[in-house]
């Protein structure tokens, strides 16, 4: 039955035996396929709504007859709720792309240092208001073979949580090195840091350390579920390096190549 799908494990049972366990996943497989399905239909179907409310709401609020208060007031929330649920909708599909694994097939060599310099050159274009330093160390002969868009996923959402955790003022460094034999990417901030009982969890789908605060970043809780799925697909290794009131380094371990 080409639907079966075991798991099978051998455990050391006393000191001259072994058990052997054999156990048919096939239906948690199904099912865990069957939510990934659901999510990716539900965000696909949502984007089109969304996009029309969407610029209605712009429509009035670009309008050139002057709103009363109040209608403005109204209208500016809904276009800031809007635009969250839009992230939202977007980071979900970002994910279920990486879990439904669609693009394994198309690994090439790709040009990480020009990839995250206009990571850096954008993200120092979009935040200027609230004023990081935001500075680069990249090392422009180590290339790696992997998925750009995914790698590119997994460098935004790294990227992007240290400028939007970190108070205005602070400062984000951002490292591509050759670390031993492994290519290293870190980002670097002096933002709030996380505690130790966090760190393990931050990882996690919809995990979010302060809901309240995260809602004013725009967070989604996502974005580091779709960094380990990311790394997952290219034998990466995650390691988060916090302290907590003085900021975190989030460092990817890949395997390195040489520019060919
Ligand atoms: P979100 O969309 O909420 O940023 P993530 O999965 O990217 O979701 O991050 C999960 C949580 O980890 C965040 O809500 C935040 O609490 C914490 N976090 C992530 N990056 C940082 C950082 N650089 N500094 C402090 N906390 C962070």
Redesign the pocket.
Known sequence: NSELQLELRLMAYGSDQVLFLARDVSKIKRLEEMRRDFVANVSHELKTPLTVVRGYVEMILTTEHALEPHWQKAFTTIETQVSRMDRLVE?LLVLSRVENHAEEENKQLVDMPKLIKTLVDDATWLNQEKQHKITADLSDDLWIEGIDTELKSACV??I???I???PAHGSVHIVWQRSGNKAKFS?K?N????RPE?VNR??ERF????KS??RD???????????KHVLHHHSAELAIE?QWGK??E?IIYFEALNKK
Not at 191 to 194: L, N, S, V
Not at 207 to 210: E, T, Y
């Open positions: 980071q959402n790294l992007s949580n240290a939007a955790y970190t980002v901030d933002g709030p840091g996380i966090h931050i990882t995990f979010r350390v302060d605060r995260s970043t725009g967070g989604s809780g996502l974005g580091l579920s779709i960094v916090s900021g975190s989030f």
